[in-house]
């Protein structure tokens, strides 16, 4: 498994500085959904040789045809070129991907669980227990799933104990930090590595992995797999936090006519504070933020120290109350009756370059509204498609302004770039009546006050 020599070809794909190709390790990714297809990509496009294990039959044939089911800038090109060149295939076999190679990534998702707080990670136990029994040589299983602390340790037992190569099948925890929307970029150009193990070989074989990585800057860190678990969550609980302390402060501001953003401007001067993830708005959702968190503060109840996380119960409950504001916000501004007002929403991905709509702040408010009566018109760039299949009960239009026709009332809630470009004369005759509700803090506001319209915005006068 050893690292080939440097080619002379960079990978030159427009998501970051040019990074060495490496001649081919051979290497499989179990579990291709937003992470793993783009895990797999990514690697392929780096040299390797990438067999991608996928269990669901529909999205393993258009993966395998080099369609990609998610929109995530980058990745569809990617897919196609290293599916064309057949650096990347796909299967459906744990004895194919055994045989394949040594060194395997699982990549499968942890929902929450229905009814509990706490995290499903029933997949990556199935993935474990599902490959194990055909590692008949050294091999290294590498997790990048997101787990409740304590899971490595138990999988590594289990994947000891049913390989036929024993002690020599190795498991390591590498959690994974992309953001869609940059998950291409940010698989290429991690902020840093990290590396759950207690083995030096399987160190060596990530480092000889990643060096494209490490010598491009990316942080390398090695710690125990406790350690390597409780970062990404840490990480996540942080990210959070920050979040919905703003957007507590948007509260505060708007009963004492305080400005939000001009708050966040200032505070984030400190550098001990810092100006990222300090935008007030609806609030945060996608797959990943709030299920890990709850599944964090259930694990936490579980070792005992339930007590020191309650404060994420908060920040969940602060970011709950942001979507639901939206509703109210909307119900006061056409006058307290929601039913049978037309209200068109700008929005419906959890984040603008996604169209993923899991936990999505914006789509929850437009089935509220829907649920109230209110005639909602919904517009997404990208997650039309997979908004309407997760609620289709909704209307749906093909632009933005198309959206607007007729509307008492419009709501900006995912902040594509898209809506910044739209102007009050491009709504001129559009709409019923001129109301704008900024659901991100990002529009002009003025300029849509000064062209006659009532705004209201998050935290902001
Ligand atoms: N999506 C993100 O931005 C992101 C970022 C960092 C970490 N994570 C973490 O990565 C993990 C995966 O997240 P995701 O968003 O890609 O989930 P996902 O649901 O999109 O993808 C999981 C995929 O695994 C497949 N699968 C399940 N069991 C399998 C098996 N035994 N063999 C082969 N395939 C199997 C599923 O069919 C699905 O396609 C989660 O733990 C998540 O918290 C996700």
Redesign the pocket.
Known sequence: MAVGALLVEPVTDGVGPPLPRLAAMRITV?????????QAATMAELGHEVLG????PV?RASLAQGQVS?YEPHLGEMLQRNVGSGRLRFT?S?AEVAAFGELHFV?????QQPGSLA?DVG??A??IE?LAPHLDRPSLVVG????PVGTAERMAARLTTLAPAGDEALLAWN??????GY?VRDTLHPDRIVVGTPSGRAEKLLRDFYAPMIDAGSPFLVTDYATAELV?VAANAFLATKISFVNAMAEVCEVTGADVVDLADAIGHDARIGRHFLNAGIGFG???LP??IRAFVHRAGELGVEDAMTFLRHVDDVNQRQRERVVHVAAAMVGGELAGRRIAVWGAAFKPDSD?V?DSPALWAAGQLHLRGADVRVYDPRAGETARLSFPTLAYADSAVDACRDADLVLHLTEWPEFREITPDDLEGVVAHPRLFDGRNVLDLDAWRSAGWTVRAVGRR
Do not use: H, N
């Open positions: 179990i579990g291709c959904g937003y992470l793993g297809a783009t294990m996928e269990i669901d999205k998610m459906d744990y990549c499968v998702g942890t929902p995290a997949q990556v199935t993935a599902g990048k799933s997101t787990v959690p994974e930090f992309l953001r869609e998950a990404k996608g797959g990943c299920k890990d993923d899991r």
